[in-house]
């Protein structure tokens, strides 16, 4: 069967994902609404910057990430990929 995941560690790991996702979209909304109050226009920019965020990430942000780990990768040393996933991990919360 296609779709379906392998082990219940994938399916946990997946509902957390869509958990997280629901609560970080419901906590975009309510504080926009507490800070401007309750308009349509603050709803549509709470709901679509997470939207363009994930977007880009899915379409911009693999393949950048893939390319800066593989280039660290060539090191012999581990040193070069611990640094560039903690700079990945470091830029990508400056920038959400």
Do not use: C, H
Not at 37 to 59: E, K, M, N, Q, W
């Amino acid at each position: 069967m296609r779709g379906i995941p392998n082990s219940p560690k994938q399916l946990i790991l997946s509902a957390g994902v869509v958990d997280d996702l629901a609560g970080w979209f419901l906590l975009s909304v309510v504080s926009a609404m507490a800070t401007v109050g309750l308009t349509a226009g603050v709803i549509a920019t709470a709901i679509l910057y997470p939207v363009g965020v994930v977007l880009f990430a899915a379409v911009i942000g693999r393949p950048l990430v893939r390319t800066v780990l593989r280039w660290a990768d060539r090191s012999e040393s581990a040193i070069p990929t611990v640094a560039a996933a903690v700079a990945l991990v470091v830029f990508s919360s400056a920038a959400t």
